[in-house]
């Protein structure tokens, strides 16, 4: 396995903090309170991708931690609608947003979230989830389309016809195959890189509308 220095180690770790600190989104969401500067990318892609919200819809937030997904979400499906967020990791609370703190790929996660959505249809499910980094390029590809595919599964089983699905990826292996199978379920898929997404960053958001409806 190949080894970083200390050093080489300390040098990266501060070079994102300088990165981190002098980012305008980072600076922007410190501005207007919000939980992370992820809340951009989701604003961007629902106002420019025309994906109207409307009050009363359920919406799935996969990876939510700290929750500024969430908070939005929240504030575009009304007091008649429904966020679920699912996060390994502690979220604060959200009023308006029923929070799970497990792992979605697990058979623990997927029971909470049946559980929460109390056999409701959903309209929209969305992932800015991403594998903890090894370091290793293959491997982090491979965790992330595992994860893609995961997604994919939840969103066939629970998605209402005509739902929409959002979700973080990797350009690299798998990907292609993963396209196909996408395209299966959705009418129409865009490739988003937003604004407010790190330009060194591999990530970039696939967009699925028009779900053709599950197999349930
Ligand atoms: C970029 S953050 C999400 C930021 C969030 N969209 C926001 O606006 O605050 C990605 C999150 O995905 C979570 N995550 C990754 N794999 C997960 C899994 N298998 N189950 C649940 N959460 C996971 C991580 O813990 C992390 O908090």
């Not at 220095?5 to 994102?16: L, N, P, V, Y």
């Not at 991403?130 to 994919?152: C, F, H, Y």
Request: hydrophobic residues 40%; contains cysteine; aromatic residues 6%.
């Amino acid at each position: 396995m190949a080894k970083i220095s200390k050093s080489r180690a300390k040098r990266k770790t501060s070079a994102w903090f300088q990165r981190h600190a002098n980012d305008p989104h980072v600076k922007r969401a410190q501005r207007e309170g919000k939980r992370s500067r992820a809340a951009f990318k989701l604003t961007e892609i629902l106002d420019e991708h025309g994906l109207n919200i409307s009050p009363g819809s359920v919406v799935v937030d996969l990876g939510c931690a700290p929750g500024s997904w969430s908070v939005e979400l929240a504030r575009r499906v009304g007091p008649e609608g429904l966020v679920i967020g699912i996060d390994l990791l502690e979220v604060q609370p959200i009023p308006g947003v029923t929070l799970i703190r497990a792992d979605f790929d697990s058979p623990e996660g997927q029971q909470a979230l049946a559980t929460a959505l109390q056999g409701r249809d959903v309209d929209f499910v969305v992932s800015d989830m991403a594998p903890e980094m090894s370091g290793n390029k293959l491997v982090d590809q491979m965790r992330m389309i595992g994860l893609n595919e995961m997604t994919l599964h939840f969103a066939r089983h629970y998605l209402r016809p005509g739902g929409a699905l959002l979700m973080k990826t990797f350009m690299g292996e798998g990907y292609d195959a993963f396209r196909r199978e996408l395209g299966k379920s959705f009418s129409r898929i865009k490739n988003i890189k937003p604004a407010a997404s790190r330009k060194t960053s591999a990530e970039f958001f696939l967009l699925g509308l028009e779900f053709r409806g599950n197999a349930r």
